[in-house]
């Protein structure tokens, strides 16, 4: 099993700026992408930026310009830095993992547990 800690949320005024923090642990052999997604109350999740192990990166078109994904494969890490935070980017975010805890595993889909993030003056 894989296990997905959020960290980094909290409470901003808009325009200003918080960097999440996702660790996995677990029994871990190789991680393919890991992501962030949000669910704003009565709005599905939706995709905010994803990290290839790779090195390729997308990102929705709403957060362009703004936020910035990065990943240390070493610590298993991947982290989300907000900029220019809206209020409309106020929601729960998670952190999203494809990985295989064996040579010989499928990748599975792992989720962390969520992280407010609440943009408001």
């Known amino acids: 099993q894989v296990q997905l800690v959020e960290s980094g949320g909290g409470l901003v005024q808009p325009g200003g700026s918080l960097r999440l923090s996702c660790a996995a642990s677990?029994?871990?052999?190789?991680?393919?992408?890991m992501g962030w997604y949000r669910q704003a109350p009565g709005k599905q999740r939706e995709l905010v930026a994803v990290a290839s192990r790779g090195g390729s990166r997308n990102y929705a078109d709403s957060v362009k310009g703004r936020f910035t994904i990065s990943r240390d494969n070493a610590k298993n890490t991947v982290y989300l830095q907000m900029n220019s935070l809206k209020p409309e980017d106020t929601a729960v975010y998670y952190c999203?993992?494809?990985?295989?805890?064996?040579?010989?595993?499928?990748?599975?889909?792992?989720w962390g547990q969520g992280t407010q993030v609440t943009v408001s003056s």
């Open positions: 999203n993992a494809g990985a295989r805890s064996s040579w010989y595993s499928s990748v599975n889909d792992y």
């Open positions: 677990g029994s871990i052999y190789s991680i393919n992408d």
